[in-house]
């Protein structure tokens, strides 16, 4: 073989090694960036209150437990015009659905429900399913239900209950980055679920001196169920959490 081919190529081959190098360092470079996200979820109200977690007596109620059972949570990425990704948050220990407590015996509590690596970038959605608790023994009050409110109504013990299988679908505010390390919180306002209730409509039916809200008309209160869910999707907000 003649110097010439052989320089040839010895020349062909240093050429295709550095466009592979050079393939691969861009690679590198284009490498989606990462933030860890945290999601927690809590009550709130937009009624003034002295208290750091706020109030949880609305007119003749007063609530001592919320809580609610979820599956299937998912944010929203932003890839193009119209276009979104789902990226699922991770909920370690918790299995497929999990009862997340926003009160208990009137304490206001922050509740994670799961965090999760997301590519930086811009998100639009938060979404969830509420889903009947039934992965609890039939004895706890939460087994078969979606959303339960435990509350002291007119000094009458009450409980409100759903057992939806819907789909939540909650809208970012505009322009929401991803950028650094984040907690995103999901409030429930109580002053809005419970918004536009006459307190002369709830009633104890059957004297039991049990006040029961709930979807089979329990104690005739209908009317008050079906407020209660109208009012359920908007009662749902984010806050977005401070960047660290």
Not at 44 to 55: E, H, Q, R, V, W
Not at 154 to 160: L, Q, V
Not at 169 to 186: G, R
Request: proline share 5%; charged share 25%; glycine share 6%.
């Amino acid at each position: 073989m003649s110097r010439t081919r052989i320089f040839r190529n010895l020349l062909l081959a240093f050429s295709t090694t550095a466009l592979v190098v050079s393939c691969s360092q861009n690679d590198e470079m284009q490498e989606v960036q990462e933030s860890e996200v945290v999601l927690s979820a809590k009550v709130s109200t937009n009624i003034p209150s002295d208290a750091d977690d706020g109030s949880l007596v609305f007119k003749n109620v007063t609530v001592t437990d919320v809580s609610i059972s979820v599956k299937d949570v998912k944010m929203l990425l932003r890839i193009a015009e119209n276009k979104s990704k789902p990226i699922s948050i991770i909920t370690p220990n918790k299995g497929p659905k999990f009862v997340v407590p926003l009160v208990t015996d009137e304490h206001i509590l922050l509740s994670r429900m799961g965090s999760f690596l997301a590519p930086n970038g811009f998100y639009t959605n938060l979404t969830f399913d509420l889903t009947k608790a039934t992965d609890l023994p039939k004895s706890s009050p939460m087994y078969g239900k979606s959303v339960m409110i435990k509350a002291d109504w007119k000094g009458i013990p009450s409980m409100m209950y759903m057992d939806l299988e819907d789909k939540i679908d909650i809208k970012f505010n505009a322009a929401t980055e991803i950028t650094a390390t984040q907690e995103i919180v999901l409030e429930l306002y109580m002053d809005q679920l419970l918004m536009g209730i006459d307190p002369a409509l709830v009633q104890d039916g059957d004297g039991d001196g049990m006040i029961i809200v709930g979807p089979n008309g329990e104690d005739g209160n209908e009317v008050v169920y079906d407020m209660i869910e109208a009012n359920l999707e908007d009662a749902l907000k984010l806050k977005n959490g401070e960047f660290k």
